[in-house]
């Protein structure tokens, strides 16, 4: 029987590692920013996944045009000339089809969508629905995720994304494995009183690191507990939400892994309660350093470079 972590490794050349964070975030409901210069294979790596996992996918371009009419949908003025404002005036634009069909929204060029634009797909996240004007109530179903790309801030036309996209909605996990979520926590804590950190993560980091590690390891057909499962979902979980002061040369992947081999060494030496962590003496490279957000359940992917290991 084909597996996913099979079906990536055939149709996702050299962004494997990339593919399966992006996978596992989607099979947890997370929503997924993929941060990148053109030509890193944003949208490439989501027409895989969507393809291996059978999934519909609404593809968007956004830019300054884009507005919240365009997005969601209209009314035929025609139409409603004729008949007046019914359900056969109106049509659905590509987030109201996402979310009626429980469909992947894949928005291109995120941060240079409108702010106004923005607050709809904030509220789709956060709440999953959406209210129309004399047309009433769109939710979500099942399976409706938004992954958006996005170019780096600082190129041209673009603006940095509100925090609302990242840091909206607290995700409540019950039943976590207590030395993983030992782990998560730890790096968490630590982040917020490390000297190289401005801003550390919340506990929504570790609540996501704990997801994404879970499936990380069903995809992967490993235990959550290696070394490289952990450190992916740490950076994916994050990364996005940690913030070194400007003086540092450090990274936030950087502190991260410093962070997690210290909550491993802590494991470590109390290993008879917690007998499943360990840290592997030689994990390997990873091709590129990954920023998952999460958020409103959000998991944002930055392509391009590659953290410390």
């Known amino acids: 029987m084909t597996t996913l972590h099979d079906a990536l490794g055939r149709s996702v050349v050299g962004l494997r590692r990339e593919a399966e964070l992006v996978a596992a975030a ?83 060029e995120l941060n240079r969508i409108p702010e106004e634009t923005l607050n709809a797909v904030i509220t789709a996240m956060a709440e999953r629905e959406l209210v129309v004007p004399r047309l009433g109530r769109i939710r979500a179903a099942d399976g409706f995720v938004l992954v958006a790309a996005m170019n780096p801030y600082d190129a041209v036309g673009t603006a940095r994304v509100s925090q609302a996209i990242s840091e909206r909605e607290v995700v409540e996990r019950t039943g976590a494995e207590p030395a993983i979520a030992a782990v998560a926590v730890a790096i968490a804590r630590g982040s917020r009183a490390h000297p190289a950190v401005r801003t550390g993560s919340s506990v929504r980091g570790a609540l996501d690191m704990v997801r994404l590690a879970e499936e990380l390891a069903v995809i992967r057909e490993a235990d959550w507990s290696e070394r490289e499962i952990l450190l992916d979902a740490a950076l994916a979980a994050m990364s996005g939400r940690i913030q070194v002061h400007e003086d540092q040369e450090r990274t936030a992947e950087e502190v ?24 592997r003496s030689n994990p390997r490279p990873a091709p590129t350093a990954l920023t998952p957000r999460s958020g409103p359940r959000a998991v944002a992917l930055r392509t391009g470079t590659a953290p410390s290991r």
Request: contains cysteine; proline residues 6%.
């Open 26 to 108: 989607i099979r947890q409901g997370c929503h997924v920013a993929l941060d990148g210069p053109p030509g890193t294979g944003k949208s490439t790596l989501l027409r895989a996944i969507a393809t291996i996992e059978g999934r519909g996918v609404q593809f968007v371009e956004g830019n300054a045009e884009l507005t919240p009419a365009r997005l969601i949908g209209s009314h035929d003025p025609a139409l409603v000339l004729d008949g007046g404002y019914t359900d056969q005036a109106w049509s659905d634009g590509p987030l109201a089809a996402a979310m009626r069909a429980g469909e992947l929204l894949y928005l291109e």
């Open 256 to 279: 991260i892994a410093e962070l997690l081999d210290a909550a491993l060494a802590t494991a470590g030496d109390d290993r008879a309660s917690s007998p499943r962590i360990e840290a």
